[in-house]
């Protein structure tokens, strides 16, 4: 499984995994795999399957159920799974604590709201997040998207690699011409 993960054949992975959890669910390598399944299938895009797993290792595990990470995921692939009104309530609960995930679970919820069409809740949301983070990639984020949707190539400024104030270099060889 990890050989066909790391070669981007998720599906493969995914096949394998379920395979050898139910052929030698004793075997060390698939005990308490929940999360290793998780994000297989994250990767090979079945996100309801992503939420089983999920679920499971919530169920089974007492810090997975307490894990802020564990239930942005849940609440993020729950929005990927096109449930938009679990998400919502889910994203809404992250978003209403401080913690590392709340601007992201903002965006998201932003974003449920949009696929929605509930323009009002969605502006409120995106209107929030700037308030609380103005300078935060999920705010830059949604910026971009503004930007883009008025015909903008890219929001933000492109960097060249240069140390800001250093003058552009010469690229023809020197000493020659």
Not at 19 to 44: D, I, K, M, N, P
Not at 136 to 146: A, V
Not at 158 to 167: E, I, K, L, N, V
């Amino acid at each position: 499984m990890q050989g066909f993960s790391r070669a981007g054949l998720f599906e493969q992975a995914v096949k394998h995994q379920e395979l050898g959890t139910t052929r030698y669910a004793e075997h060390h390598r698939f005990r308490r795999t929940e999360e290793r399944s998780a994000l297989l299938y994250v990767g090979a895009g079945q996100y309801r399957q992503a939420l089983g797993a999920y679920a499971a290792w919530q169920a089974r595990s007492s810090s997975a159920r307490r894990d802020s990470k564990v239930k942005f995921a849940v609440a993020y692939y729950t929005y990927k799974a096109k449930d938009l009104d679990g998400a919502i309530e889910k994203l809404a609960a992250i978003a209403a604590r401080s913690g590392q995930f709340r601007h992201a679970a903002r965006y998201w919820k932003a974003r449920a709201h949009e696929k929605k069409k509930e323009w009002g809740a969605a502006r409120k949301d995106y209107k929030t997040l700037e308030e609380e983070d103005p300078d935060g990639w999920y705010t830059l984020l949604h910026r971009n998207r503004l930007a883009r949707e008025e015909g903008a190539a890219f929001a933000g400024r492109w960097r060249d690699g240069r140390w800001p104030g250093m003058p552009a270099r010469d690229l023809r060889l020197r000493g020659r011409t």
